[in-house]
Every structure is written in C-alpha cells, then in structure tokens.
C-alpha cells in the first residue's frame, strides 16, 4: 500500500452522487485532487467547501463527451500537479432507450463519456505512472457490465467496453506496478443518476453513496501486487473496511 497523503488523485464525475462523495473521501484522506465534471456550479460549490476545509483542490468543467476537451481537461490536470497516483473515471451518463429508438447521437455521447473519455484519461496519464513505476487506475463499472438490459443499448454497451480495456491496461500495465481495476457499488445507491432508473423493490435498499467511498480511498493507494485487472465491489470492501477498524487489535 502507498501513503496517499500528498498524493494528486484524478476523479471525473465529482460535482454530485458517487462522485461527490468519493472526492471528500479522497480529500480526507489527504489527496490533492483534480475534479472533472461539466456542471459548473456544483463542481464550483463542492471545490469550495473542500478548499475551505484545506484541501488543495483543481476544479476543471468540462464535457467527457468530447474529445478534444477532455484531452485539454487533462493536460491541464497534468500541468498543475503532475502525474497522479490515481485516476477515477466515475462520470457517465444513462438514458434508458431501446435499440430501435435510440439516436446516433445519443449512442455516442453515453459511449464517449464512459470508453472515450476513460481512454483519453488513461493514455495521458500512463506514460507518467510507467515512468513512476507506480499507479492506480479505477473505472467505476455496473451490473450492467455483467448482464444486458433493453433499455440500455449504449450504457451497458459502454460498461462491457470499460471492462475489456480494464483488462488490457492490467496486463500492460503489470510490469509497470501500475495496477487497473474496476468498481462496482454493489448496492443500489441513492443518486440523481441511478434512483431515477430503479424499480420502487431496489429503492428498499437503497444506501447513501458515502458508505462506498472509503473503498475508493483505499484503491488510490495500491499497486498491481496488490491487485489488477479485478472487479471490486465498493459496498462489501467499505463494510469490511469499516468492521476492521471496530476491531482491536490482538494482544502481543
């Protein structure tokens, strides 16, 4: 494990939702962070609050769905802080349409925010990490990278795609110690994004996303000997995270 302390984290998607509270997790943990999002005043509002409780924060506002900004977003990460020790590509977007009604356009822009953009991220920040000998890439995945849906013609298409280059970058990555791995929340969690698309039986068990971002704190900090090209599940690691810290320590 690396102290994360002082360290640059990377996190799209940080304005509201999972996002929003895995940045604080990751300010709390002391990371300095660059925040991707395209709702600026949410972004703006969040990076105020955190810079006020102290933490060194860069808010960037910025559309995912397209390339040539994201590419600048990160750029301008990179110039700012450097190489980060870890990068989260949480952002993404789903509108439920079926494959006969759904647009090209629409189809893109779903895919684009969530393969485009984790491509555009990665590829920036991977010859740093190689160089680093040292890195943790995260793509928060979905049940819907496990199944298919029908309304869900790009997103699950997308999530599927994230998977395949989660385990590609692994492999690459191994021998670099840069570890790539992707997230699940493993619990219906309650969002804008994700509520609104839940049947009223998921919504029984709904959890506030802050009980998952401590799992998102802890990957900031490992290797590729730790783990890589795995799926983790953000719910289960943060309880058992949770009851390890509830427990004293055994006597020597």
């Given at each position: 494990?690396?102290?994360?302390?002082?360290?640059?984290a990377f996190?799209?998607?940080?304005?509201?939702?999972?996002?929003?509270?895995?940045?604080?997790?990751?300010?709390?943990a002391g990371m300095r962070l660059a925040l991707f999002d395209v709702q600026a005043d949410?972004?703006?509002?969040?990076?105020?609050?955190?810079?006020?409780?102290?933490?060194?924060?860069?808010?960037?506002?910025?559309?995912l769905s397209e390339a040539a900004p994201t590419q600048d977003a990160v750029e301008r990460a990179l110039n700012h802080y450097g190489t980060p020790r870890t990068l989260i590509h949480n952002a993404a977007v789903l509108r439920e349409c079926g494959f006969s009604d759904i647009t090209f356009p629409a189809w893109r822009r779903e895919m684009d925010i969530i393969v485009q953009a984790a491509f555009i991220l990665s590829k920036a920040v991977w010859p740093g990490m190689v160089d680093n000998h040292s890195g943790s890439i995260l793509y928060v995945s979905s049940g819907s990278a496990l199944t298919g849906f029908v309304k869900?013609?790009?997103?699950?298409?997308?999530?599927?795609?994230?998977?395949?280059?989660?385990?590609?970058?692994?492999?690459?990555?191994?021998?670099?110690?840069?570890?790539?791995?992707?997230?699940?929340?493993?619990?219906?969690?309650?969002?804008?994004?994700?509520?609104?698309?839940?049947?009223?039986?998921?919504?029984?068990?709904?959890?506030?996303?802050?009980?998952?971002?401590p799992a998102f704190a802890f990957i900031a900090g490992i290797d590729a000997g730790f783990a890589t090209g795995e799926r983790f599940n953000a719910f289960q690691l943060s309880e058992a995270m949770r009851s390890a810290a509830k427990t004293p320590p055994y006597d020597t």
């Open positions: 494990m690396i102290e994360v302390r002082g360290q640059v996190l799209t998607g940080a304005a509201e939702g999972l996002g929003h509270e895995v940045a604080r997790a990751l300010a709390a949410k972004l703006n509002t969040l990076s105020g609050e955190l810079t006020d409780a102290g933490a060194d924060v860069l808010p960037i506002v910025v559309d869900e013609a790009a997103y699950t298409t997308g999530k599927h795609a994230q998977e395949g280059l989660m385990k590609v970058l692994a492999i690459a990555g191994k021998e670099s110690n840069i570890a790539v791995n992707t997230i699940t929340t493993g619990a219906p969690i309650d969002t804008p994004m994700s509520a609104s698309h839940y049947t009223e039986e998921m919504k029984i068990g709904m959890v506030h996303p802050s009980r998952l971002a």
